[in-house]
């Protein structure tokens, strides 16, 4: 997801291209192609510039509604719904052939993976060991980080392990129940005793009403983020 | 057949193959490079950027060039083979220009240039079903996969900040 306002010019895109699988989208007032993973400019008049990153959250529909039940949601265009992706699209899109192939860590193209780009570093994160393992403490470059599962087991989410406060990266545990509602606890901490929900937010505890800071997260085909991230380091337990 | 109409002809011919070759290499050559399921270069990857960018006015300038030769080889050429056979060219010539113009990636995945949206309540969605999700400001705004990763660019703009949802 990205900001479209760049070099005092508001941009509208449309797709345009596609670069080992990964799309390129033309802005219609500079004739510029932007790569649809990094937001560059790969070539055009604004070649080399980023446009402005939006954090965004892949998530089970029924866990958004229930954290924001006053969104919105993008309706289908009626006469395309027929070319929509079946419902077990990612399924499907598995076993689809790729382009490009990269034999490293035991990883398929087609592999799940959950990439972070942050703090100067990338890293990508198994999405099947994730799910399994439903709290992840680790760090990208020097920085600690959590991945959370989300109720439905389905979703996660990545945050800043550093508590408001606190010195340091904290220990954080999983509550045993899956919650009831979006804003039921999920982890707990140890530095200050605190719940917290899947949004980040410490709901009881010395820490209630702090958030942790999100991490954006890409959920991504292994081929596609080790292409546009060479230097990814992957996480494996 | 004088020398001038001669020579008149025969730049007519190479002025219209010239036209020719550079229009339909600018239709063929990207469409070569980014195939789907093809692995592509860096280097031939941006030439193609390249000839797309620009293309839309080489082949307008390639359909001009061809129609202005196509006048002088008429007056040159008395056979009227050859004449069917050069305005058949420069017919080609302004098709490829037309083409040029196509983005055959909006004909495979229609553009969504109008989006509307729904209050999550009121949507009927499988709670199962992926949506990537933002919060700018205190609106939340969900874009399910299934529909954005058909139309996969969708132009935007959530609590006054201009954004484009890729998937």
Known sequence: MWGRDIAGLRLTFHLAGINNQNFLMRDDQTGTYWQQISGQAVSGPLRGSQLPFVHSDELNFGT????E???????D???????????????QMGRARTVIDFHEHGLKGRDVMLGIQAFGVSRAFPYDQVIREKLVEDHVGAEPVLLVVGG???????FRNRIAGVKGPSDFYRLPASPASAAAALLMDAATGSAWNFQG???????AGTCLEPVQILKDYWFDWRNFNPSTTVYEK | MTREAQHNRRIAVATLLVCL????LCVWYPLYVIRPFRAQGARELAAALVVMRFREAVTLLCCV?????????????PRKWRRACATAGVAFVCVLAALARVNIYEL??????????????????????KVIAIKIGGAARAYPIRNISYHHVINDVLDKVAIVATY
């Open chain 1, 77 to 91: 265009v009626a006469p395309y719904v027929a070319e929509y992706a079946p419902k077990d699209w990612d399924v």
């Open chain 1, 69 to 75: 039940p006053r969104g919105t949601v993008l309706q």
């Open chain 2, 65 to 77: 060039a061809a129609l202005a030769a196509l006048v002088f080889y008429w007056r040159a050429q």
């Open chain 1, 201 to 207: 937010c410490a709901i009881t505890g010395k820490a």
């Open chain 1, 64 to 67: 958004w509604r229930a954290e």
């Open chain 2, 21 to 24: 070759v550079l229009a339909l």
């Open chain 1, 152 to 158: 439905d087991g389905q979703s996660v989410r990545a």
């Open chain 2, 108 to 129: 495979m995945f229609h553009p969504d240039d109008r989006p509307a949206f729904g209050a999550a309540a009121n949507i009927k969605l499988d709670p199962a079903e």
